[in-house]
């Protein structure tokens, strides 16, 4: 279905029906009737393209119709159908054998004054029927066989058949109702359980209602009775006829010994309900007793309007607050649940780190003999254990590089342009104490000993120089490993 609408998107000026008017005379005028045929040939098309595409439902709400197209009785696989809003007065009476697979019929809001009895009573897949808002007073005693109806949608029709009584009590009672007196018109009995309300229905509306259904249900409500319209002196007069040549009693015929009708049984079961004094009419005295009893009792006096629409605000307010505690009391106890899994988290990995250091520290048979008997080499320096001074160099290694990383980069790079300086003015020192001693060698001033004295200086100077850079390089080296 969704798929289908989602094809339909370009096809929305077919699903929009003409608006139509009703002329002030009261009679469709011309341009009434080319609206209603514009409606009609954009539901043509609908259904057409739905047939074209393989869907199992068609939407015509809305769609200013005044009569089921032709084109969708033809349509017998569908499954869901959309009438709702639209100025439909009744249905083809082979509506229903028409469309053997329809699961779900949308009626709503039409002007629907009966439904066909001919073929629902046989329908074996009708689930909802909704029926809302329409011109309906009578329901179809043949409804109450589709098993398979568990929605029935009848509200806001001036219905006077099935009684309110029964209607109140949901579709499964209507259903129930409806085929219990099927079953007792079509047996020509009335069953206990009916009530008195089936003296509302005439003879005439319930053989109408059966004809239809007999040939599914394989009854026949009138057998017996087809004989009815002749009297009694006809049965006689010809039955005297057959046998005058005879002697002896002359037998009756069988149509004095037919079954009671359904007025006569109607007739002694209001007499018999009369008697009992169960027809629900009270006598005045009773009227008036319960009169005084109602004059006396002392009914509470509305609320006013105010005071109603106070409590009404005030238990909006207190539904949204307990709402809203309950959506902080959820994120607060989500909060929890992460903070404790988190602390689980780390107790249960410094647990292991603890059990995994005392296993190298005690060099346990579990942990050394897989790794000496690997297929491979390995180094045992990587087996050892390390001491408390290497852990403890580890450990301000890490130190530092925790600071070096939590060092701004603003601030990290004045301490690398102070470093570079530094590298510079002990390259600038080592240059210019290297020309110093090359002119020195070149041009000897004073005597051997004050040169051996100058080589001496330089010499310091040398060294001095290179416990700089060995510094320097280590500095290095120790940033590089970091």
């Known amino acids: 279905m969704v798929e289908f609408e989602k094809k339909f998107t370009d096809l929305d000026e077919i699903r929009t029906p003409v608006s139509e008017s009703e002329p002030e005379d009261g009679a469709p005028s011309t341009n009434d009737k080319v609206k209603s045929s514009k409606n009609e040939e954009l539901a043509r098309r609908l259904i057409g393209y739905a047939v074209s ?34 100025q439909l007065t009744c249905l083809p009476e082979d509506f ?37 808002q329409n011109e309906l007073k009578t329901l179809p005693l043949e409804l109450g066989l589709v098993t398979t109806l568990n929605g029935l949608n009848i509200n806001n029709n001036p219905l006077e058949f099935p009684p309110a009584e029964v ?18 018109k079509s047996q020509g009995k009335h069953t206990s359980g009916v009530g008195l309300r089936i003296e509302q229905l005439t003879i005439e509306e319930q053989e109408e209602s059966s004809a239809s259904s007999s040939e599914e249900t394989g009854i026949n409500p009138f057998k017996g009775r087809q004989n009815r319209s002749f009297s009694v002196d006809d049965a006689r007069s010809s039955t005297a006829s057959e046998y005058s040549d005879l002697v002896g009693p002359v037998p009756l015929s069988a149509a004095l010994h037919r ?10 079961q209001i007499a018999k309900y009369r008697k009992a004094g169960a027809l629900g009419v009270l006598d005045k005295n009773e009227i008036k ?23 009404a605000r005030e238990e909006r307010r207190l539904a949204r607050l307990r709402e809203y505690k309950e959506k902080q009391n959820m994120v607060l106890q989500r909060r929890k649940d992460t903070d404790i899994l988190r602390e689980w988290r780390d107790d249960t990995k410094k ?41 403890i160099k580890q450990d301000i290694k890490d130190t530092h590089e925790k600071m070096r990383r ?24 080592m240059k210019g104490h290297a020309f110093e001693m090359q002119d020195r060698r ?12 100058a080589a001496r200086r330089e010499l310091a100077i040398v060294k001095s120089l290179q416990n700089d850079l060995l510094k320097r390089y280590q500095d290095l080296k120790n940033w590089a490993a970091g």
Not at 259 to 268: A, F, G
Not at 292 to 298: G, I, P, S, V
Not at 364 to 386: C, N, R, W
């Open 442 to 453: 070149k041009k000897p001033k004073g005597t051997p000993q004050e040169e051996m004295d």
């Open 167 to 184: 209607i109140e009590r949901g579709t499964k009672e209507i259903l129930d109702y409806l085929r219990e007196l099927l079953v007792a």
């Open 96 to 132: 229903f054998k028409c469309l053997p697979c329809l699961k779900w019929l949308d009626l709503r809001r039409n002007y629907i004054i009966n439904i066909p009895s001919a073929y629902i009573g046989s329908h074996k897949c009708l689930r909802n029927l909704l029926l809302e």
């Open 259 to 268: 079954p009671k009708t359904y007025n006569e049984i109607k007739q002694l």
């Open 351 to 391: 647990l292991q780190q603890k059990k995994y250091i005392e296993s190298l520290r005690k060099g346990t048979k579990d942990f050394l003999e897989p790794v000496m008997q690997a297929p491979y080499g390995i180094d045992s320096e990587h087996l050892k254990v390390p001491s408390n001074e290497e852990r």
């Open 406 to 429: 939590a060092v701004s980069p603003n601030s990290r790079r004045k301490i690398d342009e102070a470093r570079a300086k530094r590298d510079r003015e002990l390259e600038k020192r």
């Open 53 to 86: 595409r393989g869907a199992k439902s068609v939407d015509l709400s809305n769609s200013g119709l005044r009569k089921i197209p032709d084109e969708l009785l033809q349509f017998s696989d569908l499954e869901y159908l959309y009438l709702e809003g639209n």
């Open 289 to 311: 007793r319960l009169q005084r009893r109602a004059r006396k009792a002392n009914f509470p006096s509305p609320l006013p309007t105010e005071a109603i629409d106070q409590r």
